[in-house]
Every structure is written in C-alpha cells, then in structure tokens.
C-alpha cells in the first residue's frame, strides 16, 4: 500500500505547463562551478582574520537573468576538521539543484574547537554572522550571479541547519545573550553592509534551536524540518519543539520525520544514504516550490477562491473532497513529474476518490471543476 505522505496547496490555474518543471525535475544536463569565491572575512577564535569562501553552481547554458538561489550550510557541529563546503553529498545537492534551475552556493564559515557550553553558543552566532555576510554577497552581487533577490533560501544541515534557522529568525538583538559574539548585533561584520541578510524560506536539516521563541510570526521564513528518529546527535524531539512552535505562532512549515534514521543519513557512506538523499532531494524540491515565486507559485495563490482538499483514506485510494460543497468536480487528470498523462477520468460529483496504484513519486493532479481547474502537487511514498 502507498501512503500520501505530503499535499501542496490548491491552486487554481488554467493548464498544467511544462515550465512549471523547471523547478520540480533536471532540465539543464550539465552545471558550472565556481569555488572559493571569497564573499567576507572575519576574525576567528584564534583573533586572526578569516577569509570566508564559497563554492557556486549555476546550470549551463541558462538563459534566464534572475534565478532563484539556494544557499548551503554543512553541517559539524561547528568544529574545525569536522566538515566543510565540498563533501561529497553538499556537491551532489547543489549539482542537482542547479539542473532544476536553480543557482546554488555552498558555504564555508568560522569553526571552533568547542564542543558545548557557551563557547558552542558563541561558535553559532560566529557562523549566523558569516551566512547573513553570504545572503548579503549576492544581494550586492545580484546582477552579476544573476540572482532573483526575491527568491533567496538558506537551508543547511546539523550545525548548518541551526545556522539557517538563527539566520531566518534571529530579528532582534535581545535574541542574543549580552557578551557572547562581537560584534554584539545581529548582522556581525563579516562583509557586505548595506544590504539585506532577510532570506524567503529556510531548511532546518536535523537541527536545532537555543530558542524556539525566535519563531514570533507567520510572516517569518517557511519551514521544513527534517529529522530522523534514531538521530544519536540532536534528539528528534529537538525538531518537534520547533515544529510545534511554528505551529502555534502559524507559521507555514513542512516536518518529514525519517523514521529509524539516524544524523544527517544522506551522508555518503551511511547505510542507504542515497535514498535518504533522494529523500531530502524530492521533499526540498516540493517544497522549494511552493515558495519559489519564479514558478509563478505566489501570483497564482492569489487568484485561488476555495481549497480543493485531498485526504488519505484507508486502503489504496485518495478521497478529493472540495471545501465548497456546491463546487463540482467535472474530470480528473494525473501526470508524472514529466508531464506525461496517467490516466483521465470523467466525474461529475461533489466528490470522488482516486485509486492510489502508483510508484514512489511526485504526481501532478489536475481536478476540473465547474468553477476553474486545480492543481494538486501529491507525493506518494512506499511503506
């Protein structure tokens, strides 16, 4: 049996398009990469000035002028010789996400030796001050990397996931204990003032947070939190809490627990680390795109009058119930992620259920109705 394990938004637009994919599946063969791009410097725990440098990944032979961008954060939990920008599974992301048509950055940012206490505390905010420097870069860069400013994620994973989620929701310097980072302020000094460190949406990767109250509003960046359940580093629950906070403050967010994984599983080498990273690839796309206003996402939401909603019931079937009882649903179609057409069905009811008889996936359904056409992003995963 198959489980719809994750539904997107209803949303009303007149045809499925193949451009729409851009985002969703490889359209460019081949990407560029550019590495050890310096974009600030800083003094580090040894008080010496630091270069800061990234790796950056564009699709070859892209043609369009503002693309949205991803910037990556590794994960080691903020000690020196424990990880950096070139892993072999951060090189891979970013590749893959340049083919979708993305442009992608692959950070490198002050390590410590400390392990716990303040000291660890103090090597975060270090890092928060260096990613908002690399979220500045390519605002003041934008025209040369071709960046949509409007469209600019941070995501990261263990120490880098707590890096992205301090650079989305650490606002205010309150937020900040007194003496614990110099420069005392949010933004630090590590390069680039003048421009905004704000981000769209953030990846929080088996991470955590010091305070989940830096979460204080819906309008905050969106969320998705990825956790495995046997995680011996950072306790599963740590994501929960902060799922749990976006939830009661409204904040749009995405939690995928990944059950019996344990840190970060997609690290090359982990037993079934490749589908673990198929795994934090397909969600990360789905989600992406939700937020990616390149993908016209954000112009068609506004035109969109009532929810279509789609439940998992019992057995291999979906029922697809709209919230306006009076709205008919006339026809169904459902793509693969190619666009290619599964099947069409005539219905002519209030509601109706859609047998659930398909491979692992991303599917696109399209529900025809006797107001307007949805469109349904369905994720179908085995047990």
């Known amino acids: 049996m198959k489980k719809l394990l994750y539904i997107t938004v209803g949303l009303l637009i007149s045809a499925y398009t193949g451009y729409g994919q851009r985002y969703l599946s490889y359209v ?199 956790h495995g359940t046997s995680d011996p580093l950072i306790d599963w629950h740590q994501s929960l809490n902060i799922y749990t906070r976006a939830q009661n403050v409204g904040l749009q967010n995405t939690f995928k627990l990944l059950n019996g994984a344990t840190h970060c599983p997609w690290y090359y080498g982990l037993t079934n680390s490749l589908q673990y990273f198929d795994t934090l690839e397909t969600f990360t796309a789905l989600f992406l795109y939700q937020h990616n206003s390149a993908a016209g996402i954000d112009e068609v939401i506004k035109q969109a009058n009532k929810e279509v909603y789609l439940f998992y019931t019992s057995g291999n079937s979906v029922l697809i119930k709209p919230e306006d009882a009076h709205l008919q649903i006339n026809a169904l179609e459902l793509y693969d992620i190619l666009g290619r057409l599964l099947i069409k069905k005539q219905i002519n009811a209030s509601h109706t259920v859609l047998a659930n008889e398909w491979s692992s996936g991303i599917y696109l359904l399209k529900i025809i109705t006797d107001k307007g056409i949805y469109t349904k992003k369905i994720l179908f995963e085995g047990n």
């Open 28 to 226: 460019f063969l081949g990407v560029d990469s550019t590495v050890n791009i310096q974009y600030g410097n800083a003094v580090n725990y040894q008080n010496v000035n630091q270069n800061l440098t990234l790796d950056f990944y564009q699709p070859q032979g892209d043609v369009v002028n503002k693309r949205p961008l991803i910037i990556y954060i590794h994960g080691g939990g903020f000690q020196i010789n424990q990880g950096d920008k070139t892993l072999p599974h951060i090189k891979s992301f970013c590749r893959n996400f340049a083919k979708k048509g993305y442009v992608c950055a692959s950070i490198d940012y002050r390590l410590d030796t400390t392990t716990s206490g303040p000291g660890l505390y103090t090597a975060g905010m270090r890092a928060m001050h260096d990613a908002r420097a690399a979220v500045r870069f390519f605002r003041k860069y934008a025209a040369a990397y071709k960046i949509d400013t409007t469209n600019i994620f941070i995501g990261g994973e263990s120490a880098g996931a707590v890096t992205s989620m301090l650079v989305s929701y650490v606002d205010n310097i309150n937020e900040i204990y007194p003496g614990t980072v110099t420069p005392y302020t949010v933004e630090g000094s590590s390069g680039n003032a003048g421009f905004s460190s704000n981000v769209k949406a953030c990846l929080g990767l088996c991470g955590f947070m010091w305070d989940t109250t830096y979460i204080d509003a819906s309008t905050d960046p969106k969320l998705l939190l990825m």
